[in-house]
């Protein structure tokens, strides 16, 4: 695993994690990137010790701390601006959604239809995700309120209709990588969300 790639994975987790309501501890996340840091380190760059230690040992051991210093404050500034912006991005964005559907007075059917004919998978996400949305409003599964956060509605699901939650999961989950994440969604996982939001719109 290269540098890139680890520093990548951890802060996706940590992402998305936060964005599912799953909290975990943020200090728990930074030293498993840090970690991750220095095992790609000592596994990428190679030195003989010379025999005794002395002073190229130290200098070798005073390098090697100065890098692990700057990489550590890279990778925090790193994950507390990620951290940062996906607060403010999750607020708004959600208060827009719950504000459009206040205003547009749409039909679950009408957007499954303009899923249907969104002009990318994108736009087509957050049309079925508003029509699960509306779906669990309409019969008081959930109630919108403008604060409302996905963590929030997975538990005002698993209080009313706890069968319903692992689909809800499925949606609110691919809706933040399609919308928030700009990820391209391939048939299959496109497949199982549209899966999800039928059994939950059309859930007795």
């Avoid at 728990?28 to 840091?37: A, H, N, P, T, V």
């Amino acid at each position: 695993m290269t540098f890139y790639e680890a520093m990548n994975e951890v802060l996706q987790t940590s992402r998305y994690d936060f964005l599912m309501g799953r909290r975990v501890d943020f200090q728990e996340r930074f030293w498993e990137l840090i970690s991750r840091i220095l095992e790609w380190l000592f596994s990428n760059l190679e030195f003989d010790m010379p025999q005794g230690g002395g002073v190229n040992a130290g200098l070798i051991a005073t390098i090697f701390a100065i890098v692990g210093i700057v990489l550590t404050i890279i990778a925090l500034f790193v994950l507390i601006r990620t951290y940062l912006r996906t607060r403010r991005v999750t607020r708004h964005e959600l208060g827009d959604i719950f504000e459009e559907i206040r205003n547009k007075n749409y039909t679950v059917s009408e957007l499954i239809e303009l899923s249907q004919k969104a002009e990318n998978t994108r736009i087509a996400v957050r049309y079925r995700y508003i029509a699960a949305i509306l779906s669990l409003n309409e019969r008081d599964i959930i109630k919108i309120e403008p604060s409302a956060t996905n963590a929030i509605i997975l538990r005002q699901i698993r209080n009313s209709s706890p069968e319903l939650a692992p689909h809800f999961y499925k949606i609110a989950e691919t809706f933040h990588l399609a919308w928030f994440g700009h990820k391209s969604l391939g048939e299959d996982s496109m497949g199982e969300f549209i899966s999800a939001v039928d059994k939950v719109v059309n859930h007795a």
